[in-house]
């Protein structure tokens, strides 16, 4: 297991605690391979276009808590993005039963260049108040920036005397874009942050499960009624008073094993809330192994079998069916890890063949140290290696090359933007945001369905093909797509 050190404000970035990388260039087995073995390397860039920033991931986690405020201390433009997240809070908030969903609370302190000369503390100190006095928040986060960062505000100690002036949690979020090229560790910045400030000792065993997840559909529900539970989502829709009784739940799951690898390893060392020792459950083998080791962690495994056999009765010949239809067609996934391994797996559940994956990065270990949630390596296990296999930094014009040479019957993509580049080559293209979407039989049934409605109605792509404009040269479509990183073909 990973290093754990809630005394500190920030979390180790991602590169150095779970050995994560950005570039690679392979099929997923060598990947699966290197990483288990410890040999996995990063491969450096000699050109990158536009990269995320964690900022980002950190506001995911914490601007869709419900009464909450989120601060960004620095330059305006650092949170130029972030308004994104009061649409994902407004469209998502009915499938969580928010009936009178609020405007998101996001604030800037919108430093200018005298106060890179005099500092910033006195500015965000004023910020925090005024936010307080405007919007009632129970907790207000403040999300570092690379120009806070550079003249070295103290945002902790700000936080800490307005913590203690307000009476209300205000938390330090060490997030500046420059600590780390693997953006997902702006999500464990977000939980550190959380985990020292809002979750609470337990005082007593609750009768819910833990979910770290993002927006998704509320399948949980229905999967933890038959052991006597509920489930608690875990950040966005939660609220200052679920999080701190979060440490009192009977377990923790994931949607993704890339999203809560901290939190749910926090949850484990610092709270005694076992996680499930399993990947998240996608695809018929791995959803049968998930409700195995849910069953066994409550000590009701004959639950998950009456469970795991119901569900066959109700959607195995469903699948079938789709399985016919989609036989032999081509796919190329580009999404997160792990979430583009789960869609992989989904791939190989449907019978389809996955001619390779643009995966933004890749995490050689999880906080839990368990090789049992890597869903990659279940992918592979389970329904064969992966060819063209990219970790890519989501570095487009390196997607945009995988795909031209390619040419997949279908492009599956989980963040938006992404599928622009397979429509413009006439490849029918589509994004589900709902990760929850494609989990268990149900998923299996309701991916594949919107696979094949998107496969059999192309006409818009390719209209769109006729009149669309590449940016990119010829010269670089028929370069490798790896052609600007450095070190040769294999990491390790
Ligand atoms: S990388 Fe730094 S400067 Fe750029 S958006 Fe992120 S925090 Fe702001």
């Known amino acids: 297991m990973s290093q754990i050190n809630l005394n500190l404000p920030a979390v180790e970035i991602r590169e150095i605690r779970t050995g994560s990388i950005v570039g690679y260039d392979g099929d997923a087995k060598e990947l699966v391979d290197l990483a288990h073995s410890g040999k996995l390397r990063d491969k450096e860039r000699s050109f990158m276009q536009c990269e995320g920033c964690s900022i980002t991931k950190a506001a995911c986690m914490t601007v869709l808590i419900q009464d909450g405020a989120v601060i960004e201390h620095g330059p305006i433009g650092c949170s130029s993005c972030l308004q994104g997240y009061n649409f994902n809070y407004y469209s998502n908030a009915h499938l969580r039963g928010i009936e009178k969903p609020t405007q998101r609370k996001i604030f800037s302190t919108n430093l200018q260049e005298k106060d890179t000369v005099y500092g910033g503390a006195q500015k965000l100190a004023a910020t925090i108040r005024e936010v307080r006095k405007r919007t009632g928040a129970n907790v207000i986060f403040v999300l570092s920036t690379c120009a806070a960062a550079i003249i070295g505000d103290d945002i902790e100690s700000v936080c800490n005397e307005a913590e203690e002036e307000l009476g209300i949690p205000v938390v330090s979020i060490t997030c500046e874009g420059f600590r780390s090229k693997v953006w997902t560790t702006g999500f464990d910045a977000a939980y550190h942050g959380i985990a020292r400030k809002l979750i609470g000792k337990p005082e007593k065993k609750g009768d819910f499960i833990n979910v770290i997840n993002f927006w998704g559909s509320d399948r949980f529900r229905d999967w933890f009624a038959p052991f006597g539970y509920k489930p608690n989502y875990i950040t966005p829709f939660s609220t200052t008073n679920t999080l701190k009784h979060s440490s009192e739940a009977v377990l923790t799951v994931q949607a993704c094993s890339t999203l809560g690898s901290y939190l749910g390893a926090v949850l484990e060392k610092e709270y005694g809330v076992p996680e499930i020792e399993t990947a998240p459950p996608y695809g018929i083998a791995q959803t049968d192994r998930w409700f195995r080791a849910l069953g066994k962690a409550l000590g009701q495994e004959e639950v998950a079998e009456k469970v795991i056999a119901e569900k066959k009765e109700r959607y195995l010949d469903r699948i079938a069916e789709l399985r016919e239809k989609l036989k032999g067609k081509t796919a190329y996934v580009t999404g997160g890890a792990a979430h583009g391994h789960a869609l992989l797996t989904v791939l190989g559940e449907l019978g389809m063949n996955a ?8 995490d050689a270990v999880y906080d839990s ?16 290696n992966v060819p063209n296999y990219r970790v890519c930094g989501k570095q487009e014009y390196e997607i945009v090359n995988a795909l031209n ?10 963040h938006g933007g992404m599928t622009l580049w397979g429509a413009k080559f006439g490849i029918p293209s589509f994004l589900v945001g709902d990760e929850h979407y494609s989990m268990g039989y149900e998923g299996i049934i309701d991916y594949g369905e919107k696979i094949l409605e998107t496969i059999e109605n192309d006409e818009f792509v390719k209209n769109l093909q006729k009149h669309a404009i590449n940016p990119y040269t010829n010269w670089w479509l028929t370069q490798e797509p790896d052609h600007f990183q450095k070190g040769g073909k294999a990491n390790g």
């Open 405 to 414: 040479k390619l040419r997949p019957d279908i492009l599956l993509a989980r």
């Open 355 to 362: 001619v390779g994956a643009s995966i933004f990065h890749h």
């Open 369 to 384: 140290g368990r090789e049992a949630n890597d869903q990659l390596a279940e992918r592979v296990e389970d329904y064969g």
